[in-house]
């Protein structure tokens, strides 16, 4: 079974955090971006650090990455599913 799990991202301080948690649980500093797999999320962690490296990312930036990996994905599960 796949776990999902809701991811965030703080654009102010620069973090991402991927957990059970709601939104109504979490600081306002946290913006909810969606849900993702532990591989999807270690994917995202090495294509935001070959992308940015040590430079500030925005949330319109994080969430187009984010959306750009989802669909990745999807589409890899939807060719193994047809096999």
């Not at 957990?19 to 999807?40: L, P």
């Not at 999320?41 to 984010?66: A, G, H, Q, R």
Request: net charge negative; hydrophobic share 35%; glycine share 4%.
């Amino acid at each position: 079974m796949t776990d999902y799990k809701n991811v965030y991202w703080n654009e102010i301080d620069q973090r991402m955090w991927r957990t059970n948690t709601t939104a109504g649980d979490i600081s306002v500093r946290f913006e909810y971006v969606g849900t993702m797999t532990r591989a999807e999320y270690d994917l995202l962690i090495e294509v935001l650090w070959e992308l940015f490296e040590d430079d500030k990312i925005t949330l319109d930036e994080f969430n187009k990455i984010f959306g750009d990996i989802r669909s990745f994905c999807d589409r890899i599960k939807k060719l193994i599913e047809s096999t």
